[in-house]
């Protein structure tokens, strides 16, 4: 089929490590007969200094066009220069409601001493977070007047003081557990739903639906976890969750905790999904949790492996191309079984690829 | 000299663990030649039957005039009743003002085995995390009428939504700064300010106020971290960081996580102090950071040394007698040295030991 793929490499290192996942589809579409349309946009510093913003008109035009959008990272260049988040990042994230965010988190047995956490604890560990993306904390400083919802510095009689507002809607909070549910479904059939229940409205409100929504699928096992409980367990025995489901700033504590079961966060990729579907499957933003890493910008030192399997995840849930993504992870696996790795993944014994080397490699099988 | 103690063992292993602390501190007592007046409470479940409330005004007014109060734990018992936090524990905290809760990770040489976490990584680790217990997300429910800071859920024309409020004021986050930046100052002169500063209004806030107050102490290392790098940060390096201050909600996330680099809950203590002084040192609260543990209650399987160790921090910093508290650490060091072991410890080759006999043993040393 014909598809087409909104490219923003970014900054830092985006643009090396969206080069080798671009290339590794490239090879896709020879090998399965694909044609993939890349249209190429700026973003962050780059955009900044071209177009004069972070992100054009222009180019989330593009994005709202395509089927899918591949996103390296933005965030500071090495003299120093950031963009902050709302400049491009939530512009996509919450400008194209892409309120789930999926982060699955497998350890490769070739890769299980890369962790930092015990091998027999990892062993068996296959996991995603979906993480919902576009309510609670996060967004209350774009939108400063909604009422009832402040997030804002302001001067008092006694100094200055800070707010912050925690809302989800019943329909927000529904629509992430309904994702959580229906992924597991095509997994091992278990939820865990993480909250704070004891202290937040808001927890308790999530509880009480997703104990609702549970009910609707009685073929997956279901349990409430605190996230202080979480944040131990997620060490302590990853090995048993399937699918963790939780609000926006706990998925981000908890994910980023999680990159380290699977010993660098060069390994990790994601998806965030809203409702709306293209002709093969639901519309995205796929990028690798990592950040743009200005320290090692430019030096083909990057791991191109997360924006790979990056890449894999845009083939299976917007273009509807499983087998294909399935050929990329092995491919992926292949190659750490063979023992390639990248500087971060640094081994005993193994052979230090650089960032292109990676990517080619991968792309040959 | 005299000291007077309220001891509040609470429910589940609260009891059990409470009693080899108080035989500890009854050694001490005859060692140093202190007399200290253990005045008992009942909290929680107990105090439900027996009081009718979670806590009575005669039990909180015996912590008031003490100066000190031991706790044990409270939650939930084996029959499934449950307390809720704010019945009781919350009653303690926020009630007598102790804003500044200290949980120090320090896991033992002869335990480095018993952590998920590989001992090379572990190795060094001696951290204290600095958490705001009194304010944040976390007492929203319990002040519903304060205006601005909703915490509630609401119906409205789409179905239900649940509200939290995040609000910090600039005294609040100054007063638990200073804590570290004076704690650091015993320790090895490191803090580290965790927020989530590129998102919240309150973390931009907080980081602010933190880099001021950081001037006041040039002999300190400074650095902020954002809470999700954090939570990276402690898996894979943990020896790095020597005191962490943050608010209250990432406060409780980042210390259960840091609770698994010392092998076990069962380990540690915690510290909550306010600004109200006794005759030798600060009023404080001292609680294990386990909870009641219904499942093994009343069968002598509970770990007693968090409740231990507790009791150390105790003397330390509201009785001020700190080779007393140093050499119940000691004691602890020299039974774990010796190979001696609760279940949660479970280790090849080691002797296990229940409740009673692991608290005979320090108490011997
Ligand atoms: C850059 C930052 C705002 C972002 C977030 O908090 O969502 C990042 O940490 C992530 O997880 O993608
Ligand atoms: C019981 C609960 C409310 C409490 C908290 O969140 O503070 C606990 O997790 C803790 O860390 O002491």
Redesign the interface.
């Known amino acids: 089929g014909t598809y087409s793929i909104a490219v923003l490499p970014g900054d830092g290192i985006g643009p090396e490590v969206i080069e080798q996942a671009v290339r590794v589809l490239n090879v896709i579409a020879q090998a399965y007969g694909h044609t993939f349309h890349f249209q190429h946009g700026l973003v962050g510093l780059a955009a900044i200094e071209a177009e004069g913003k972070a992100i054009s008109e222009e180019t989330l035009a593009t994005c709202q066009k395509s089927d899918a959008i591949l996103f390296g990272a933005v965030g500071s260049a090495q003299h120093g220069a950031t963009v ?2 709302e400049e491009a990042l939530f512009r996509l994230r919450k400008g194209l409601q892409f309120f789930a965010n999926l982060r699955p988190v497998r350890p490769l047995d070739a890769m299980l001493d890369a962790s ?3 091998a027999d ?1 990892l062993r068996g560990t296959d996991l995603i977070v979906v993480r919902e993306l576009t309510g609670g ?2 967004y ?2 774009l939108e400063p007047n909604v009422p ?6 302001r001067e ?1 009689e ?14 927000e909070i529904e629509r992430i557990l309904r994702v959580a549910f229906d992924t597991a479904r095509e997994r091992r059939k278990k939820v865990t739903s993480v909250d ?1 229940a ?5 927890s ?3 509880r009480r639906i997703a104990e609702r929504v549970a009910k609707d699928y009685p073929d997956v096992t279901f349990e409430n976890l605190l ?3 979480c ?2 367990h ?3 025995q990853p090995a048993s969750f399937d699918v963790i489901v939780t609000e926006n ?2 998925g ?6 999680a ?2 079961l699977a010993g660098s ?1 060069g390994m990790l990729p994601s998806a965030s999904l809203g409702t709306r579907r293209t002709a093969h499957g639901l519309f995205g933003l796929y990028e690798p949790i990592h950040g743009s890493a200005p320290d090692i910008a430019g030096q083909n030192k990057a791991n191109p492996i997360a924006a790979i399997l990056t890449a894999a995840m845009l083939l299976r849930h917007s273009l509807g191309l499983k087998e294909e993504a399935a050929a990329i992870e092995a491919a992926v696996e292949q190659c750490i079984e063979a023992g390639y790795r990248t500087v971060d993944l640094r081994e005993e014994g193994k052979e230090i690829l650089g960032t292109r080397e990676m990517g080619q490699r991968i792309a040959e099988r």
Chains 1, 2 share one sequence.
């Open positions: 902050k988040p930092s956490i015990k604890i904390l996060y209350g400083h009832g919802k402040p997030s804002e510095i008092t006694r100094g200055y003081e800070a707010i912050d507002t925690l809302l989800y809607s019943e329909e704070k004891n202290v937040l409205s808001s308790v409100l999530w996230v202080d409980a944040a131990m997620l060490i302590r700033l706990f981000d504590i908890l994910t980023d905790e990159s380290m966060m």
